[in-house]
């Protein structure tokens, strides 16, 4: 019955982090689709990525002991819940990346 509670645990814990790692993994990827179509400019990207490596440093100090905590993740979320947040605002407000200028040829 212990060993079936530890595993049941490990999994949980497993299962929470990956939740982490993919939730990052798409915010990441909307920021980069953010870029290529325009929606953020440069200033923004810069902002947001800023904050993705917040997320980061704080999911690794949360690591540090071999796992994470119940109020680690609760903190993680939070941060990764107010980035998405962001991420929207900025993709979806006015500011648009200028198009860069082609030369013509003669």
Do not use: C, Y
């Amino acid at each position: 019955m212990r060993v079936f509670l530890i595993l049941i645990l490990a999994l949980t814990v497993s299962f929470a982090q990956k939740k982490i790692e993919k939730k990052q993994d798409n915010q990441k990827a909307r920021i980069v689709k953010g870029i290529k179509n325009g929606e953020l400019t440069r200033k923004e990207a810069k902002q947001l990525k800023k904050g993705q490596k917040r997320i980061e440093k704080a999911k690794e100090k949360a690591k540090e002991d071999g796992e994470i905590t119940k109020e680690e993740r609760k903190k993680i979320n939070a941060m990764q819940k107010k980035q998405s947040k962001q991420i929207f605002k900025q993709k979806h407000d006015n500011q648009k990346r200028p198009k860069a200028k082609r030369k013509k040829d003669n």
